[in-house]
């Protein structure tokens, strides 16, 4: 029994990136059994250019999670998901993982913490407006975002999904 939950949990992770909304639906009864990972981003969505701490609660059924596998920060300017950096993440306290990043220019970013705990995967996505930004650049960046997003959905029912994303999903 334990090893079947294990394969379905694993199953899961794998469907994690990029697929979030999906994975509930497709639960097992013995994966329904597990208390959903939550991810909670607490850094605030609007700043200016300088040093940021980006931060990201962890929980399982209401309780801190200190003990994740991996926590992995990406970000990436609106339109540059091909060049986005990834990072671990450099402190946790109270289930609270954070990174220090420092946003260079002007612009709208995304930020995704890639969290790897009690065999799940989840991965949220947080805007964060860094100077002055005007409404036509919100709106393109947020466009951006919706084509990236159905372009991994498209790669992964497809199957060309590349390495590394298979391996971010793991
Ligand atoms: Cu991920």
Not at 10 to 38: I, P, R, T
Not at 90 to 97: E, H, I, R
């Amino acid at each position: 029994m334990k090893k079947l939950m294990v394969i379905g949990a694993f199953g899961l992770m794998l469907a994690g990136c990029g697929m979030e909304k999906n994975s509930a639906d497709n639960a097992s009864a013995a994966e329904q059994e597990v208390k959903e990972l939550e991810v909670q981003v607490l850094t605030e969505p609007v700043g200016e250019t300088g040093e940021w701490t980006l931060e990201a609660f962890v929980s399982q059924g209401g309780e801190a999670v200190n003990d994740a596998n991996e926590v992995k920060f990406e970000v990436f300017e609106a339109g540059k998901k091909d060049e986005s950096v990834k990072n671990d993440y450099t402190d946790v306290k109270d289930g609270v993982y954070s990174i220090k990043h420092t946003f260079q220019e002007d612009g709208v970013y995304y930020f995704i913490p890639h969290v790897t705990a009690r065999s799940m995967h989840t991965m949220p996505t947080q805007q964060v407006i860094v100077g002055q930004v005007t409404d036509e650049e919100i709106r393109a960046a947020e466009e951006a975002m919706a084509k990236a997003k159905a372009k991994m959905m498209e790669d992964k029912e497809s199957g060309t999904k590349d390495e590394e994303d298979m391996k971010d999903g793991m």
